[in-house]
C-alpha cells in the first residue's frame, strides 16, 4: 500500500480522497486548534501542530506528499538561488521535507488565482524549485464540477514526479455534475432557514450561465447608496456574492473560508433558503457521517478551506495508473533544470 503524508491537513479533505483510492496516511500536520479537533474525531489521531516546527527526520518513510498550503508571495522569487528563493515561507518547509524524504510524488493544491499569484513568480518559484529538486511538474486548473460535485469550484492542482513521468491532466476521468437539487436534505426540514417573500428578489427568467450557475435573485439587503448610479442600487445588492441567490436546478458557486456566517442562499421548490451545513459539506465531497465538531462559523470557514474530495480521489487513482504503477515508464527527458521562469514570461534580472 502506497503511503502519503498530509500536510496542512485541515480537516482531511485530501485524506479522505487518498484514503478511498486505497493509499494510507502515515503523517498529519495542522496548526488549527479546532481542524485538528475535528480531524481528531474523524480520523481517531492529531496531526502534528505548526509545519515550521518539524523535525524533518522524525516524519517516517511516505511515497506521496499532499499539502493544500497557503498562498505567500516569495521575495526574490526567480533569482535561482536554490532554497534562499524560498526562505521563510510555509513553502520552505514543505520544500525541506521534499529535499529530506524524496517522495516519488508531491501534489499540491492552491486556489484558482495561484498562477497569477505575484505576477507568476509564486508558481514559477515553486515548479522551479520542485524541478531543481529533482521532480517533473505538471499543473492545471482542475474544476470540482467535472468532478460529479454540483459546485463551481477551480483549484489549481501541482503535480511533480520524481521518476522523470509527465503527469497527464487529461486523463482524469470526469462524472457528470449532479444538480444542487440532488445533494439537498429533504429529512433536516426544521432546520432550514427560510427568508420571508420581503427580503428578497426573484429576477424573471433567470439563465444557466456556462459555468452551470442559474442565478436567480438577490436580498433585498443593506445596500451602499453613496456614488451609485440612478437605477443602478440593485446591482450592488447582486454584486455581493452573499446577497445572491442561485437556483437548485444548477450548481453552486465556490465555497468560501471566508464566509463564517453561511449566507449561501438558494431557491429551492419556490422558496429561498440557506443551504445547511450538512449541504454544505455534502457540496465538497463529504460522507454524512463525517463529524462536524464545534461552532457554525467556524465548520462554515472549515469547509470553505477543504477540498473537493471525489476530485482528490481521482487524482489518487490516476498518480497510481499513471506515475506509481510499476510499468510506468519515463516520458520526460529534460533535465530538470529545463523548466525557466521565461516559460512565465518573467525574467531573472
Ligand atoms: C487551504 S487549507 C487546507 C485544507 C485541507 N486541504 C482540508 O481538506 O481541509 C490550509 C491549512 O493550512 C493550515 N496551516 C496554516 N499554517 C500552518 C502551519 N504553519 N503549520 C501547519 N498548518 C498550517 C491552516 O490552518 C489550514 O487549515
Known amino acids: 500500500m502506497y503511503k502519503f503524508i498530509d500536510l496542512f491537513a485541515g480537516i482531511g479533505g485530501f485524506r479522505i480522497g487518498f484514503e478511498r483510492a486505497g493509499y494510507q496516511c502515515v503523517f498529519s500536520s495542522e496548526i488549527d486548534s479546532h481542524a485538528r479537533e475535528m480531524y481528531f474525531h474523524n480520523f481517531s489521531e492529531y496531526p502534528v501542530g505548526d509545519i515550521r ?16 498550503f ?3 508571495p516569495f521575495s526574490i522569487a526567480g533569482e535561482k538561488k536554490g532554497f534562499n528563493d524560498i526562505r521563510g515561507t510555509l513553502f520552505f518547509d514543505i520544500a525541506k521535507i521534499v529535499e529530506y524524504h524524496l517522495p ?3 501534489i499540491l493544491e492552491n486556489v484558482k488565482h495561484f498562477k497569477n499569484h505575484d505576477r507568476g513568480k509564486t508558481l514559477a518559484t515553486v515548479l522551479n524549485t520542485l524541478n531543481n529538486l529533482g521532480y517533473t511538474t505538471n499543473w492545471n486548473l482542475l474544476n470540482a464540477i467535472n468532478f460529479g460535485v454540483p459546485q463551481n ?8 514526479c520524481l521518476d522523470k513521468i509527465e503527469f497527464d491532466f487529461n486523463k482524469l476521468k470526469k462524472i457528470k455534475a449532479k444538480k444542487l437539487k440532488d445533494i439537498l436534505e429533504n429529512d433536516n426540514q426544521e432546520n432550514f432557514e427560510y427568508l420571508k417573500e420581503e427580503e428578497y428578489t426573484l ?8 459555468s452551470g450557475l442559474i442565478f436567480a435573485g438577490y436580498r433585498n439587503k443593506n445596500i451602499r447608496v453613496n456614488g451609485i448610479r440612478p437605477d443602478t442600487k440593485h446591482l ?3 454584486h455581493k456574492q452573499p446577497n445572491r441567490i442561485y437556483s437548485s436546478e444548477g450548481s453552486h458557486p465556490t465555497l468560501s473560508s471566508q464566509e ?12 429561498v433558503r440557506k443551504l445547511t451545513l450538512r449541504e454544505c459539506y455534502r457540496l465538497m465531497g463529504f460522507p454524512d457521517d463525517f463529524k462536524l465538531i464545534g461552532s457554525k462559523s467556524k465548520l462554515y470557514n472549515r469547509v470553505g ?10 487524482i489518487a487513482n490516476q498518480v497510481k495508473q499513471q506515475l506509481l504503477n510499476p510499468n510506468c515508464t519515463p516520458n520526460h527527458y529534460h533535465s530538470p533544470q529545463q523548466m525557466s521562469l521565461f516559460d512565465f514570461g518573467l525574467s531573472y534580472h
Not at 53 to 68: C, M, Q, R, S
Not at 153 to 160: K, L, P, S, Y
Request: charge should be positive; glycine fraction near 6%; proline fraction near 6%.
Open 153 to 160: 469550484r477551480e483549484r489549481t492542482i501541482i503535480v511533480g
Open 104 to 106: 516519488k510524488v508531491v
Open 305 to 314: 478551506n477543504s477540498i473537493v474530495i471525489p476530485m482528490v480521489e481521482e
Open 70 to 72: 497557503p498562498c505567500q
Open 236 to 238: 450592488s445588492r447582486v
Open 260 to 271: 463564517s456566517a453561511g449566507r449561501y442562499y438558494i431557491l429551492h421548490d419556490g422558496k
Open 53 to 68: 516546527e518539524i523535525d524533518v527526520k522524525t516524519i517516517p518513510n511516505f511515497d506521496i506528499l499532499l499539502a493544500g
Open 203 to 210: 429576477i424573471t427568467n433567470p439563465k444557466q450561465q456556462l
